[in-house]
């Protein structure tokens, strides 16, 4: 394979400068060549400014300072936005705690090639094994949806899975795909943000698992996002993933799957023992939902 594809990776970061340091130092040692590195700094508040000043004349490592925190989702908007606008047939999303294994980046860019040589479609994006910090184990957050028929490519030269969404743990999104379907709802601001694209994404043709494109995800507990968790530490964050995912299952999937969707929210914090006043500020999220539907900005 050669190296024909100028691809840039999207790093979105909030007050974890030794992670993004360690993040950065990963991308440094991918066998396939990245164009650019973007950077995207939240408006942090520690010394992630100071230590992104050493890029300041570089033409590879690219920083774009917030003037406030957009999240995640505004984060990784901007981002792509930056990255299309030099040129990239890729765009690598990855978040600010996973560290790339050293042919992450080529495994996917051959899983894309391969397809194109041997399929007459192409992939809406492709996306790494997410490991849960440096262990064997599936990083639980980071499993991605399958379609029914996930296996259908499978074989002795290619281990890849079609999937429908995927996390920004590790996304590869080709410029091709970008453009017709536009960036992220930055209004989400943080969860779901990442569902939501990559259905998008997958709606003429699936994404693909590639299984021997792994990156470490370096969240402190291996658990998936379930709202028995919900408590008054983290009910902001619960709020914001209650509201974009009701938005997104009412207005693309209608009214029956958000049923769906707060009958299961309500069992999993009746079990989780979640304290009623807390259960009726999520109810309140899903309820805005119905309401709530940002518009796509297309580049």
């Known amino acids: 394979m050669k190296n024909a594809y100028k691809v840039s990776a999207v790093i979105v970061t909030y007050n974890r400068i030794s992670w993004l340091e360690k993040v950065y130092a990963s991308l440094l040692t991918q066998s396939y060549p990245i164009d650019k590195i973007v950077i995207v700094d939240n408006c942090s508040t520690d010394e ?45 999303i990855m978040d600010d705690d996973c560290l790339a294994r050293p042919a992450a980046l080529e495994k996917l860019v051959y899983s894309w090639d391969w397809f194109k040589g041997n399929r007459e479609w192409t992939p809406g994006f492709l996306c790494s ?19 029914w028929d996930w296996p259908r490519h499978v ?37 779901f943000a990442d569902a939501e694209y990559t259905k998008r994404l997958s709606k003429e043709y699936p994404g693909l698992l590639v299984l021997d494109s792994v990156v470490e995800h370096h969240t402190p507990v291996n658990r998936g996002v379930n709202f028995s968790d ?53 109810n309140e999220a899903m309820l805005r939902g119905i309401k709530f539907n940002p518009k796509i900005k297309y580049i």
């Not at 094994?129 to 379609?147: A, H, S, Y």
């Not at 743990?169 to 601001?189: C, M, N, Q, T």
């Open 48 to 92: 992630t400014e100071s230590w992104t000043e050493q890029f300041e004349d570089s033409n590879k490592v690219l920083i774009h300072r917030t003037q406030e925190n957009l999240g995640g989702a505004g984060g990784f908007s901007k981002g792509i936005e930056i990255a299309m606008s030099y040129g990239s047939d890729f765009v690598w």
């Open 155 to 191: 074989n002795e030269d290619f281990p890849g899975i079609l999937v429908k969404s995927c996390s920004f743990g590790s996304a590869l999104v080709p410029a091709e795909k970008i453009r017709p379907v536009g960036l992220p709802h930055s209004d989400y601001f943080i969860w």
């Open 129 to 147: 094994l997410v490991k849960f910090q440096d262990t064997d184990d599936i990083c639980e957050m980071n499993i991605p949806q399958t379609v």
């Open 230 to 282: 919900v408590n008054d530490a983290n009910l902001w964050k619960f709020k914001y993933g209650a509201r974009n995912e009701a938005s997104y299952r009412y207005h693309t999937d209608g009214k029956m799957s958000w049923k769906d969707f707060a009958v299961s929210v309500n069992r999993q914090m009746h079990e989780g023992k979640v304290s009623l006043e807390n259960r009726l500020k999520v």
